[in-house]
């Protein structure tokens, strides 16, 4: 017997109806944690910094005006209103610079969490799958790499493929990749025990549809989270890297190289160091308390009755 358009219009309306259900469900739990829903509000402000920086920025966060040398925010005496927050010690706005900084630290945070993802999916698909030798092998790789501290991995890593931004993004997702892998092996294994994986196993399914079909899809509550952490880290280790000139280079106006470039104003000049350390400072508390709400709300065990 086929489906009639009535009972497939049908299936598509309660599929929407599920859908619709499990979004308020989740925004639910994720909103009884009110720092997550402040979290959520300031990532969202960062990303509209980010998109529309070229728009909001008063000034070219690289121009240099000598006339302008370590001014002071406006509501210091000696400040102007043609930069808000002050210029550093070559004349730059600090204003506009943070407001680029936005650019750099969304994009090193998508694309080191996409690396380290995407990688850490893959192998720990296949430790969990097919475990035996396999797992040890890819665990065993996965623990000397989680030996090491991540900062000082990261930092021997871009030492050896140079300083520079994409270097830095390469080697720090390089650091996050075993998180991932543990965590999906982890979840694969729980999933392997499951009724529905040996059904579609009986059914005939193939290697690469057990794995990416039919187990993935239940294994990404967990791996969403962690993402959404490492995001936050893969920001505050760029700036590190950036602070000790192997990240991001000058003129980029990168939060951490902002931090390298001002070390010696710290006692003249506070404004050129306090400002991006609190755009790190936010930004990363942000990011946190925003995946504290998406532990809360994706997590089962976790979820208020």
Request: hydrophobic share 55%; glycine share 8%.
């Amino acid at each position: 017997m086929t489906d009639t358009p009535q009972s497939a219009a049908t299936v598509r309306l309660s599929d929407a109806a599920i859908f619709r259900r499990m979004l308020a469900e989740f925004w639910f739990y994720f909103s009884q944690n009110r720092g997550a829903v402040v979290g959520l509000a300031v990532f969202a402000l960062l990303v509209v910094v980010a998109v529309f920086a070229p728009l909001l920025a008063p000034h070219d966060p690289t121009v240099q005006y000598r006339e302008a040398l370590l001014l002071p925010p406006v509501w210091q005496e000696g400040g102007s209103t043609s930069y808000l927050l002050g210029t550093d010690a070559v004349g730059r706005d600090i204003l506009s610079r943070l407001i680029f900084g936005a650019q750099y630290s969304l994009f090193i945070g998508v694309v080191v969490v996409s690396i380290a993802l995407v990688g850490g999916i893959v192998i720990g698909l296949l430790a969990g799958f097919f475990g035996g030798w396999v797992d040890s092998v890819i665990m065993r790789v996965m623990d000397v790499i989680l030996a090491f501290p991540s900062l000082l991995l990261a930092l021997v890593l871009v030492a050896v493929l140079g300083p520079g931004l994409t270097n830095a993004m390469i080697a720090i997702a390089i650091v996050y990749q075993p998180h991932f892998a543990r965590l999906t092996r982890a979840a694969v294994m729980s999933e392997m025990k499951r009724e529905y994986v040996t059904a579609a196993r009986v059914a005939g399914a193939g290697n690469l549809r057990l794995m990416f079909r039919t187990i993935l899809p239940n294994c990404l509550a967990p791996l969403i989270v962690q993402a959404t952490l490492s995001f936050s880290s893969a920001v505050l280790d760029s700036a590190a890297l950036g602070f000790l000139g192997m990240g991001a280079q000058p003129p980029a106006p990168e939060w951490g190289t902002m931090l390298a470039e001002a070390r010696e104003f710290i006692l003249r000049a506070w404004w050129v160091v306090t400002f991006p350390g609190l755009a790190i400072l936010i930004s990363v508390l942000a990011i946190n308390v925003m995946g504290d709400g998406l532990r809360d709300a994706l997590d089962p065990k976790l979820k208020r009755s």
